[in-house]
């Protein structure tokens, strides 16, 4: 097992890294860590607060990226971007997020990661 990638490290850094250290079988399954990091550089982005939200809380669209290594740094990278920019237009004050591939549910194949975001103004 590898160990943990700082995260000091610039984001394309870190999700190289996690390209190699979270793979299982041909798919990565990222650990809880990275969806910490990727909360912290989209709070770094956006100003917003990283926080516990109740369940009435505003949601965007959901996405996927995949979890092919090969596309995972592009993707997330993207989804980052986006989901900083939506965040920004909203006028967020706060968000959560989620950033799991649900290999387990018989409804995914495991090639993809899903990520949500809710968030309040």
Same mark, same amino acid.
């Given at each position: 097992?590898?160990?943990?990638?700082?995260?000091?490290?610039?984001?394309?850094?870190? &999700?190289?890294?996690?390209?190699?250290?979270?793979? /299982?079988?041909?798919?990565? #399954?990222?650990? !809880?860590?990275? +969806?910490?990091?990727?909360?912290?550089?989209?709070?770094?982005?956006?100003?917003?607060? &990283?926080?516990?939200?109740?369940?009435?809380?505003? /949601?965007?669209?959901?996405? #996927?990226?995949? !979890?092919?290594? +090969?596309?995972?740094?592009?993707?997330?990278?993207?989804?980052?971007?986006?989901?900083?920019?939506?965040?920004?237009?909203?006028?967020?004050?706060?968000?959560?997020?989620?950033?799991?591939?649900?290999?387990?549910?018989?409804?995914?194949?495991?090639?993809?990661?899903?990520?949500?975001?809710?968030?309040?103004?």
């Amino acid at each position: 097992m590898q160990p943990t990638p700082s995260n000091n490290l610039p984001i394309a850094e870190y &999700l190289s890294s996690i390209a190699k250290r979270d793979i /299982e079988g041909r798919y990565i #399954c990222p650990k !809880a860590d990275v +969806q910490t990091r990727l909360a912290q550089e989209i709070e770094r982005r956006t100003g917003c607060s &990283l926080a516990t939200l109740t369940p009435d809380a505003k /949601e965007l669209p959901r996405m #996927c990226v995949s !979890a092919e290594p +090969q596309g995972f740094i592009g993707e997330t990278l993207n989804a980052i971007e986006k989901i900083s920019a939506a965040l920004k237009e909203e006028k967020a004050s706060n968000f959560e997020m989620r950033f799991v591939n649900p290999q387990g549910d018989p409804q995914w194949w495991g090639d993809q990661i899903l990520v949500g975001v809710r968030y309040l103004t």
